[in-house]
Nanobody
Framework: QVQLVESGGGLVQAGGSLRLSCAAS????????MGWFRQAPGKEREFVAA????????RYTDSVKGRFTISRDIAKNALYLQMNSLKPEDTAVYYC?????????????????WGQGTQVTVSS
């Protein structure tokens, strides 16, 4: 089974930066796409960014374009989300997700595996 473990969350001041990491238990993800979603209390889980593991194509939600960067390290089986210029509205639990398909998707119901989530809190 694929297991995903996020790290790097925390409390940061508005305008600051954090880098989230997601470590995968499987050794190879040659047919997977991976992404980041976030969920604030009382709200639905929403798409943030995704990347195809093999090709490296990326997709972002409009609200984070120019501020967040998704990347992966194939050798380490790791996914990252560099978050800059953070805003209070970025506050949420951030989840790492993986698909069996290589295609990127913005739909949470198209992802097959999920991490436990890591809390990101941005203070004003």
């Amino acid at each position: 089974q694929v297991q995903l473990v996020e790290s790097g969350g925390g409390l940061v001041q508005a305008g600051g930066s954090l880098r989230l990491s997601c470590a995968a238990s499987r050794r190879t993800f040659s047919r997977n796409a991976m992404g980041w979603f976030r969920q604030a209390p009382g709200k639905e889980r929403e798409f943030v960014a995704a990347i195809s593991w093999t090709v490296g194509s990326v997709r972002y939600t409009d609200s984070v374009k120019g501020r967040f960067t998704i990347s992966r390290d194939i050798a380490k089986n790791a996914l990252y989300l560099q978050m800059n210029s953070l805003k209070p509205e970025d506050t949420a639990v951030y989840y790492c997700a993986a698909r069996v398909s290589v295609a990127v998707s913005i739909a949470k119901d198209e992802y097959d595996y999920w991490g436990q989530g890591t809390q990101v809190t941005v203070s004003s």
